[in-house]
């Protein structure tokens, strides 16, 4: 061959070996627990809109139906504006406490993750972790022990002579507590993702408790290994000694979260221990279990529906073991601890509570048995709500139902032993009660100290709003005392004399709720007292119509069916929700954050385009006007009244309007045939009295 038909044929071979789809990463191996990797693509010769990068967990993956992505982004979108016409395009990936060697592959013509329905281009090398015992996921717990606080942190493998260091002066540590250690693996989950897809390993935890604390001290700490180092140092403050204050600490539920990087999420990856990292090198933590770390079917919760999945198949083992608290057993969560004046009791929604069970026997001998002298506090901790302007289903699952079981189970005791404080999540937004017995606000004792407890939903931690589980009609029940719609935690400031909670809004800083319990300090707490008072009381709270017609008999909630009917009228509407949703998405613009603000647009559009329609009689049935009347119209008129999303309490700039007018009256024989027969009535009626 002629020396130009070698030239002419080494060119070409160029050209094809330049435009092969190559995937690089920046590293080969991580030194931290937290580092931004990037990840370039190349060569890509037809690139298209649906292309992505994602990180895969462990490395040597080759299934990916099994194990899919963890996590992705679009190349075009969130790499180059030119990638379409290029073929090349970089994303970056925020890589927190990986326990496994990791690569990244480039993808294409996505459409569902869980079938590895898709195409590989290339993949990275893989990257490992070049420090398996460097400390990650460190977080304090109090334990139910005054004078000792337990810390817990993750490594790779597991190695002796794990520890953590202690000591009252910086870099100077007096003591010390050698570490056990536990993990899980697949085996230990119920079945579902958290078996399968979900599970990745998470570490060995390394757990050891710093005992002989003074009380009121600062203490600095660090954790990890002599041979192979330690952890940045850390510090905390102990409590007071037992019964004294002050004290101030934080309490959140129902945290939302997010990619740090922006990222995407395979939407049943479930559990994700990899981009998650626990609060709590500065503060120690103390949680009561919810229904997404612990139902699953036929694993002894209380729920008896097949559709009781929310853990994911982890059936409370996944939060047993990365914070541990002082239960009983394994299985049983619930326990009691003290911080200052204030004695806690946290116990589990989601096993049985009822009379007779062993929870309850529990949470009885605990309420006889704390000294009101030392802790003239007491506050009960648990996930699902105790009291609740919400009206999901009449399953029993639902708001209504369990809030039911609830108070049958506790109404009594709780006044009897006089309980200052109940503090829930479950439904996204914050609530407080009048003191209350019986669902009627009892009134203060003649020193001012309250007769009854109040509760609180402090469930706007940062978890999308329950917004379409709102009664308006009885959110005007002086019950409720305060109302807000806006993430935020809660702020405690404890004395002998005063218990000040301060509702915070995690965006700006400003103020919920601001609300004060006074005691005299002589208060004896007198149970006596409260039994005779409860024998003689009798209650007169009216159930609104939206409890009464909670649900329908497949335990939908009555707002599900009226957003159903709303939608089926007119799919325009399901479209303008859809577009605004979009243009309010966090990826896509500066609102990076979900407030009551920016939601109310997408609401009040969703109103609009109801009221449109709602003029053509052909276009909407009576039952969807009737439900408009009693639900949607309102709401979304206390919406609009609002802008601030404080709808009651203090901070509110109006009082909340009773029953406003909204769309049309229909004849109650009517409205009994559009819901439900008289027996399904019946069995509602029965399940909220039980």
Known sequence: MRPQAYAACFAVLLSVVSAAPALRANTTSLSSNSEVVSVTATGVATPTSGDAIALV??????????????????????GSSSYLSSGSGSVTFQIYNSHQPFKFILVTNVSEWSTSNFTILAETAAIDIASPQLPGQVHLMLTNITGQVAVQWTTNEQAAGAEVQYGTSTGHYTGSATASFDTYTDKDMCGGEAATTGYIFPGIFNNALMKNLSANTQYFYRVGNPATGFSPEFNFTTAPADGEGPVQFLAIADLGYCETDMSLEWESDYPNPITTTPPGTLAALKVAVSNHERDWPNTGDRFLEESAMDSGGECGVVAEKRIPMPIPHPGQQYYTFSYGPIFFIQFSTEIDFSQGSAQHDFIYRELKAVNRTIFPWLVVGFHRPYLEPSVYGSNDKSDIRNQADLQAAFDDIFFQYQVDMTWFGHTHWYTRSCPVYKRQCISAAADGSQRAPVHLNIGNAGASFSWDVIDPALLTQDIYAAFAMQHG??????????????????????????????????????ATVQSNFAKTFIGNFTTTWAEEYGGDAYGNSILDAAQDQIFADNSSILATLANLTTLANPVTGPTAFESFQNANPIWQALNTAFLTVAGNSTAVTSTTLYYYQKIYGPLFEMFQQFPNGIFKGPMASAPLPINPPMGVALPQAQVDALLMSSSQRSAVHTSKNA
Request: hydrophobic share 30%.
């Open 489 to 526: 935690y809660m702020r405690v400031n404890a004395t002998r004399t005063t218990l000040h909670i301060q509702a915070v809004n995690s965006l700006d800083g400003s103020l919920l709720d601001d609300y004060t319990l006074t005691k005299p300090s002589n208060w004896k707490a007198n």
């Open 57 to 78: 967990i462990p490395a040597n993956t080759t299934n990916y139906t099994a194990t899919p992505p963890q996590k992705f982004k679009w190349v075009e979108t969130n």
